[in-house]
């Protein structure tokens, strides 16, 4: 579920627009008026922002949602259970959410972007860049790895899981991507750094790097534990950022 934090830009039928979104994201960028401090990027502010509509009823569909996904899975879910779920009737789901498909789209970018606020939470306040970037390294890949919601789908419907995690993954890699390639100009900019032409692609990287590891973490190379993923991150990621 990395395709990685809640909501982004609704179409008319509430479900989200990743293209939008980053376009979104590049206005923002260009229209950035001081040095990155935790909270002021406009950037990181639209990312961890709350749902584009505002309406606490949208954000308790896609809760149930993904609530009933780690019940019973993606493809035995229907609209009807998440309706019940909600505490909405059918008609209210679909003009909110559209169909299924589109319910299962928002719902994962929506726990995507949760999931990046918590990581930024996590390691947002920490000032040594390098330490900065390594801890979000680790966090992230112990996040996801440990998604309930995630764990407990898999378990219970792992091929629908798994194509909607690899095959349906696309939307949640930009918004995963956006958010790491704003980290990357933040802690180039704390170094006193240009931002360099390869931001966008490095980040796209990482975010890919990320999801194998979570996806088959049985791999090579071996970063099952903590301070393996430091040692990895300290010695591989971090020259990519910083050049030392």
């Not at 609530?67 to 909600?86: N, Y």
């Not at 789209?105 to 999931?115: D, F, Q, T």
């Not at 890949?141 to 309930?148: F, I, S, Y």
């Not at 993954?169 to 170094?191: H, M, N, S």
Request: no cysteine.
């Amino acid at each position: 579920m990395i395709g990685l934090l809640a909501s982004g830009p609704a179409n008319r039928t509430g479900s989200y627009n990743a293209t939008l979104y980053v376009d979104m994201l590049h206005t923002a960028r260009l229209n950035r008026r001081r040095r990155y401090s935790m909270g002021s990027s406009p950037v990181l502010q639209l990312l961890l922002s709350d749902n584009s509509s505002g309406d606490v009823v949208d954000t308790r569909i896609l809760d149930a949602a993904l609530e009933q996904f780690a019940l019973v899975g993606i493809r035995r879910t229907s609209a009807d259970d998440i309706a019940r779920r909600a505490g909405v009737n059918r008609t209210t789901l679909y003009r909110r959410m559209g169909n299924k498909d589109d319910i299962v789209r928002s719902a994962i970018i929506h726990e995507i972007r949760r999931l990046l606020a918590q990581i930024e939470a996590e390691i947002g306040s920490i000032q040594d860049v390098s330490e900065r970037i390594v801890e979000g390294m680790v966090v992230t890949v112990t996040l996801l790895r440990d998604h309930r919601v995630f764990r407990q789908s898999l378990a219970v419907d792992r091929g629908e899981t798994l194509a909607q995690i690899t095959l349906g993954a696309g939307e949640g890699l930009r918004v995963g991507a956006a958010f790491v390639a704003e980290q990357i100009r933040r802690g180039r900019t704390d170094l006193g750094l240009p931002a360099g032409d390869d931001v966008d692609t490095l980040a796209a990287i990482l975010v890919r790097l990320v999801h194998s590891l979570v996806v088959i973490p049985d791999g090579p190379p071996d970063l099952t534990s903590p301070e393996q993923l430091r040692t990895f991150a300290r010695t591989m990621i971090l020259p990519l950022i910083t050049g030392r």
